[in-house]
C-alpha cells in the first residue's frame, strides 16, 4: 500500500509545482497579447494618416482631373485652354469657357525637372503651395509612430528577460523535483522488475491474516469475512450460509419497506426472526437445531421472491454501506463502554478487599496497645540485613508480596520489610501481619499520615494535588467525544496517580537514613526466587538497579516526556532506553551524595502545568536517573501479566520477580486466568478472615 501511496503524494507536489507554471505561462500571455494589440494599433494608425496625406498631396498638385471632369460634365460650353511656359521653370494653364457662367483660373506649378533648393524660405513656400500643413502633420505622426515603437521594443526586452529569469526559475524547479522523485521511480521500478514483488505482498497479507486469528470478537460471534478460515467453504457451510441469508434478507427488508411491499415485507421479517432462532448461539454446524436445512429452504424462496421484485444495484450497494458504518459505529461505542467500564474496575475496590480491611481494622484497635507491636524492631535499621520498601493500601497484595518473597528466600530471618499505607488501612495491615507473622523475617509497617516532615512545604506533589487546578484538572475536566481521549481522560482519575503512596518512592533515602541499599517493590508483583544475589550486584557507581523495557522503538524516552519542551529536548535524549519500576534496586549513599530527590523536586515543580509530561511516577523516575541507572538482567523482573496475553511461559517459570503491571490485576476478576495461579498460590483461602469475606478459590 505504501507503494501506491508515495506516487500519489508526488503528483500532489507536481500538481502544485505546475499551478505556478501555469501562472507564469498566463502572465506572459498576457504581456505578448497587449504587444500585438498595441503594435497592431500603432501600425494601422500610421498607414491610416500616411494614407490620408497621400491623399491629399494628390489633390493639391494635380487638380487637373477633378478639373477635366467639370469641364467634361458640361458637354455644350466651349472650353479653350492655354499652357505658356515661362524661361523660370514653371508653367502657366489658362482655361476660357464659353457659352455659360465661365470663368478663368490660372494654376501655376512647378516644373517637374525643377531643382528646389534646401532653403527654409522655400520649403515653408513649398508647403504652403502644396499642403503644407499635412506634410508636418504626417512628420509628427511618424515621430509618434517611432516613439510607440520605442515602448514596445523597450516593453518587449524586459518581457523577454522577465520570461528568461522566469524559465531558469521553472527548469530549477523541476530538476529540484526529479531529483525527489528519483529514488521513488528507482523504488517502483524495481518492484515492477523484480518478480518478488507480488510474492512480498502476498505474505504481507498473510501475515495480517494470520494476526486476526488472534483477535476473537464477542460482538459478531465467530463469523468474520476477514478469518482466513472463511476461505475454506467446508468449514460450518450452514452456518455461514444462513448468516449470509440473513444479511441479504435485511437488506431487502429495508428495500421492501421503501417501496411499500407491505406482503413481502413481512415475509421476509418472518424469514429472519426464524432463522436468528434456529441459528441461535451456534458456533458449529453441529449445534444448530434440525429445522435448519428447513428454514435455509424458506429463506432461499423469499430471497428469490425479492431479488426478482426489489433488486437493484445501487439500492443493495447504498444499504450494504450503510449497514457496515452501523457496525462500525456500535463497535466504536462498545470500545468507548469497555474503556469506561475497565477504568472504572481498576478505580474499584472488590468486595472482598474491603471486608477483609474493614474486619482486621476492627480487631486490630480492640487488641490492647502492648500487643500492637512487632518482634525483631532491632533489625529495622541494621544496614547488614536485606531491606525491602512496599508502599500499598491492599492488605491481600501485601500479604502474596512478602509471602512470596518470605517463601522463596534462602534464608528469610536476613529480609526486613518496610510497608508504609495511609491512615485508613494502617490498622489491617499491621493486624495481618500480627496474626500471619512472615516466618523468621522482620517486618514493620507504618502510617504516612506520621510522616509529619512530608508536607506541601516540602513536597511538590502535595502541594500540586491540593491545588484547585489540579482538582479541576483531575475531577472537573469534560469528557472529550472521542474514544482515545476518553480514554486518557479516565485513565487521569485514577486514584493512584493522586496517592502520595505512589510518589513515596522518591523519598527513601528521608524515610529510611540508616540503610545503604534498598529492594523497592510494587504491590502487585510475586517473587519466585530468592532476591539476595541483588545485593551482590555492582552498580557501577549509579544508582538505580532496574531491567530496562525498551524494544526497537517502543518504551524509549519520546514515549514518556514531551520533547517539544525546551527543558526536555535540551537535557534528555529521545531514543534512551527507558525501565521500568516495580522491582528496583536503589544505592541511598549514592541517592543522597547525588541530591536526587532535590532534582526530582525540581523536575516536579517544572511541570505544575503538565507541559513536561503528563501523569505517573515513570517519567519523573526516568528524568531523575537520567543516567544514574544500571541495567539487570531481564530474567529478574518480567513484566505484563496485567495486559499481555502472550508472554513466553518459560519466561515467567525462570523469572525471580513477575509483574502484574497493566488494568488487569491478579485480585480483580477481569485478570487473566492463565495468570492467575502464580499469584493464587500465595494466599491460603482456607484463613478464617478470607472465608469470612467470602474470598473463593
Known sequence: MALNEEPASGAAKLGDEGDGDDGIGGYVLIVFAVF???SAFALLLFFLLRG?????????????????DDLAASGNDTTTTNIISSGNGSFTLS???VGGDASVDTISMPSPTTVVPKSGAFLAEEDNSLGGNTRTAYVYVELLVLVVLFLLLTLLSFTCSHVQSTILLAL???????????????????????????DTVVKFENTNMQVSELVDSSILGKYSTWKKQNDNKNQDPIIRLMRDQIIMARIYLSISKKKKKVDLSEELQNCIKRSRRVLGEANIDAELHNSAPQKIKAMAGVLSKARDQLFDCKLVIKK????????????????????????LGVKGIPGGIRCLSL??????????PEKRNFPRSENLQNPKFHHYALFTDNVVAAAVVVNSTVMNAKDSSKHVFHLVTDNLNFGALKMWFLLNPPKEATIHVENLDELKWLNSSYCPVLRQLNSEAMREYYFKEEQSTTSSSSASSLKYRNPKYLSMLNHLRFYLPQIYPELDKILFLDDDVVVQKDLSGLWLVDLEGKVNGAVETCVENFHRFDKYLNFSNHYIARDFDPNACGWAYGMNIFDLKEWKKRNLTGVYHTWQNLNEDRLLWKLGTLPPGLMTFYGLTYSLDKSWHVLGLGYNPSINPLEIENAAVIHYNGNMKPWMEMAMTKYRPYWRKYIDFNHPYLRQCHFIK
Not at 52 to 68: D, H, L, Q, V, Y
Not at 359 to 368: A, E, G, I, M, S
Open 359 to 368: 474486619r482486621l481494622t476492627v480487631d486490630y484497635y480492640l487488641l490492647p
Open 320 to 343: 450494504l454501506r450503510a449497514m457496515l458504518l452501523t457496525e462500525e459505529e456500535k463497535v466504536r461505542r462498545l470500545k468507548m463502554k469497555n474503556t469506561f467500564l475497565t477504568q
Open 36 to 38: 500585438f494589440f498595441v
Open 52 to 68: 490620408a496625406t497621400t491623399a491629399e498631396g494628390a489633390i493639391s498638385s494635380n487638380p487637373s482631373k477633378g478639373a477635366n
Open 95 to 97: 482655361l476660357s469657357l
Open 172 to 198: 530549477l524547479k523541476e530538476a529540484r523535483r526529479m531529483a525527489r522523485e528519483e529514488p521513488q521511480e528507482n523504488q517502483l521500478l524495481e518492484k515492477e522488475l523484480d518478480p518478488q514483488g507480488e
